[in-house]
């Protein structure tokens, strides 16, 4: 009804007036989807939120924190199981037999005196309810103690432990609620404290909605650690956060992950899982069962793996390393150089930043000869280094000075003409002693007005014309480089003013790249050894003159053959001071002067040796790893000689019936001092697949030679 009094035309609920025809009804639109057609559906953020949540307990070094239980350092005494079980089969044989001796009246009326005392007369009445109830009763009780008296002789509650329903939930049933937010890494608790809370409530629904990844997770706390380090503003932490959520402070190379992994990674700890510690009595209580991992708290001390072609070391160690270290370069915590040859499967190209193919020609980038220094010195003490590092005296003590002292009398001088260091056609000239590059060299030298560096290459010349000189040497070793091969190669910088040329130099470990570096092994395997010593010595003098120590910086070398010298050594020695460590791997240590076994065993923290080890190699590794005081059982068995005619008889019946005459066994235990691992418990007694491990790490703490799985 209108205003005015009238029907509306509409009609009323109760009795509607039908609608004109008219055109019909156009169809909604549907809403937009939220996916491309045949994309997968996004996760829900559960699996990362329960890795994120898992507890990492903390444990020895070495051990797989992730879900890892710990165990008691000591074994407990494990009693076998067949005596086990007699022995609970006795203890209830023995319950039975006093039960029926009570039960008889064998043994008397008297465990029946407190039941008369303590029920009234009235209940002993024949057929009394409240008698009987009573009366059975009390042999339940006493069943009951007998029982729990023989069960704890016979042990009956280990059998129920070993082999019972506490035995079949190996994993307790953990709470599924979600711990409280101060608690819950997932909701960035230092984020809140510090007062950033809506980067943690953005951050916490990206995680949520399965938006994070575990390299996101870690690459942000890397971040965080910068602010409250002062390196980097609240502000802009924030903002970028606010901004990206989970794809806040990415990689330079824009990627959050490897096109691929083949290990076990959690870097909320930095680890990576390389196998199990096999259940073996060498190996302690508890490390029995327990996976085993690395991550750069270990590596710090750096890593040395012997053993022959095929045992693992490249895909069972070097492989998972260089996967890990990329990941923590991709969270902004570390810088890697992986050094192999060419299709050694050191990972995809995708994972690396930066791929240096040396000798093929399709490489986009090229090897600085100098390491990128400027100084005329360290590019000599450097390029002497690899030239000619393996031709020093292998002891200790000994260096290439002379060699170093050659070539900066000429680097320094042709740096000073022309403003870069020689290529390496013209490096093989001037130590060849070629009068036209030096004497174009002396000519710009006396035009600069250049008097010192004149000196020196007087000096230089002067040198050629003895018959010791170690200018040839050099040259005939820069010859090895100078192949029609290498042509396109080795260019320092500053030296291709057309942008033609990127020589990659190692110093831009200050930032978290990824780099490999394939050697040309097949048909230059000399050369491949000699650049090989190169990028090592590059490595150790650029980390070790880094401001900013914060970043991790590791070295894989997967074939350091003809790459340990005594500078080598030292520089490895001086890694561990610097946050950067060294992963070598050798088929044998035959490869190793004699002089330098020792102390590259030495240097190197972590020791791992492989199955097929071969004795000698084993010596060395059981020298370094040393003794043990240990438990050495005895067992003496005396044969019994009996004097009466009974005894005799006796014997002689056991000796028909048994086969062996009656002996007593005496058992002297004392303790003894013996090798941890002999020399041939390690070529004979690692089955395959498996290696002997140490670790130590930069805190100090070591853990002894493990057995391990690298298989599982």
């Known amino acids: ?209 399965g938006l994070m990844r575990d390299v996101d997770h870690a690459r942000i706390a890397r971040a965080w650690q910068g602010v409250r380090s002062g390196r980097h503003s609240l502000a802009t932490f924030t903002g970028a956060v606010l901004k990206d959520g989970a794809a806040a402070c990415v990689h330079p190379s824009g990627a959050r992950d490897l096109p691929a992994r083949q290990a076990r990674h959690d870097l909320l700890t930095g680890q990576v899982r ?148 020689p290529s390496v056609p013209e490096l093989r000239q001037l130590l060849d002693g070629a009068p036209g590059p030096l004497a174009a060299l002396r000519q710009g030298l006396t035009e600069a007005g250049q008097e010192s560096l004149l000196r020196e ?65 097949r048909g230059h395997a000399d050369a491949s050894r000699m650049l090989a010593r190169l990028v090592l010595a590059q490595f150790t003098a650029s980390v070790t003159v880094r401001e900013d120590r914060s970043l991790f910086a590791c070295l894989i070398l997967d074939d350091a053959t003809g790459v340990i010298t005594p500078e080598a050594v030292r520089g490895i020695q001086r890694l561990r001071s610097a946050n950067a460590g060294a992963v070598l791997t050798l088929r044998t240590l035959d490869d190793v002067p004699r002089p330098l076994r020792g102390p590259l065993l030495g240097a190197t923290g972590c020791r791992m040796a492989l199955s097929g080890l071969t004795p000698w190699d084993g010596q060395d590794f059981a020298e370094v790893w040393g003794k043990e005081w240990t438990e050495a059982r005895d067992v003496t068995d005396r044969q019994i000689i009996a004097e009466s005619p009974a005894g005799k008889a006796v014997h002689a019946l056991r000796r028909a019936i048994t086969g062996k005459a009656p002996t007593a066994r005496a058992v002297t235990v004392r303790q003894v001092e013996r090798e941890r691992w002999s020399a041939s418990e390690l070529a004979h007694a690692v089955p395959a697949g498996h290696a002997v491990l140490s670790l130590t790490n930069v805190r100090g703490e070591h853990a002894p030679p493990l057995l391990v799985d690298l298989r599982d």
């Open 274 to 421: 390389l196998g199990t510690a096999a259940d073996d009595p060498r190996n302690p209580y508890a490390y029995r069962g327990t996976g085993l991992a690395l991550g750069p708290e270990l590596l710090g001390t750096s890593l040395l793996a012997v053993g022959p072609a095929g045992s693992g070391k490249t895909g069972g160690v070097v492989r998972p390393l260089a996967e890990s270290l990329c990941l923590h370069a991709l969270a902004g915590k570390a810088a890697v150089v992986v050094v192999g040859a060419a299709g050694a499967g050191l990972g995809p190209a995708d994972a690396y930043d930066v791929v240096v193919r040396i000798g093929n020609p399709d490489s986009v980038y090229d090897l600085d000869l100098y390491g990128g220094t400027t100084d005329p010195d360290e590019a000599a003490a450097v390029l002497a280094e690899g030239l000619v590092g393996d031709l020093a005296d292998p002891h200790p003590g000994s260096d290439s000075r002379r060699s170093t002292t050659v070539l900066a009398q000429l680097l320094g001088p042709f740096r000073a003409v022309h403003g870069r260091f």
């Open 1 to 209: 009804m209108d205003s005015d009094g009238t029907q509306d035309a509409r009609g009323t609920h109760a009795n509607p007036v039908p609608r004109p025809a008219g055109p019909p009804d156009v169809p909604a639109v549907p809403p937009r989807p939220a996916r491309a057609p045949g994309t997968p559906p996004p996760p829900d953020g559960s699996a990362f939120l329960t890795w994120l949540r898992t507890p990492r307990p903390q444990a020895p070094p070495g051990v797989w924190r992730f879900g890892h239980r710990p165990r008691p350092a000591e074994e407990p005494e494990r009693i076998p199981a067949r005596q086990l079980l007699s022995g609970a089969l006795i203890a209830f044989l023995v319950g039975w037999l006093i039960w029926s001796l009570l039960w008889n009246g064998y043994l008397g009326g008297w465990w029946l005196l407190p039941l008369y005392a303590m029920i009234p007369d009235s209940w002993a009445e024949p057929h009394s309810f409240g008698a009987v109830v009573v009366v059975y009763a009390y042999y339940v009780l006493i069943a009951g103690i007998i029982m729990v008296g023989v069960g704890r002789l016979g042990r009956w509650g280990e059998i129920w432990r070993r082999w019972g329903p506490p035995a079949w939930r190996r994993t307790p049933r953990e709470d599924q609620r979600p711990p409280a937010p101060e608690a819950d890494p997932a909701a960035w608790p230092a984020l809140r404290a510090a007062g950033a809370v809506d980067a943690a409530e953005r951050l916490a629904a990206d995680a949520r909605a």
């Open 457 to 521: 290459l007087d000096a230089r010349e002067r040198q050629l014309a003895h018959p010791g000189d170690v200018g040839g040497v050099l040259a005939d070793r820069v010859a090895l480089l100078d192949r029609p091969a290498f042509a396109t190669f080795f260019k320092s910088t500053g030296f291709d003013t057309t942008g033609q040329s990127r020589p990659f130099s190692l110093k831009a470990l200050d930032h978290p790249v990824r780099v490999r570096i394939d050697l040309p092994e």
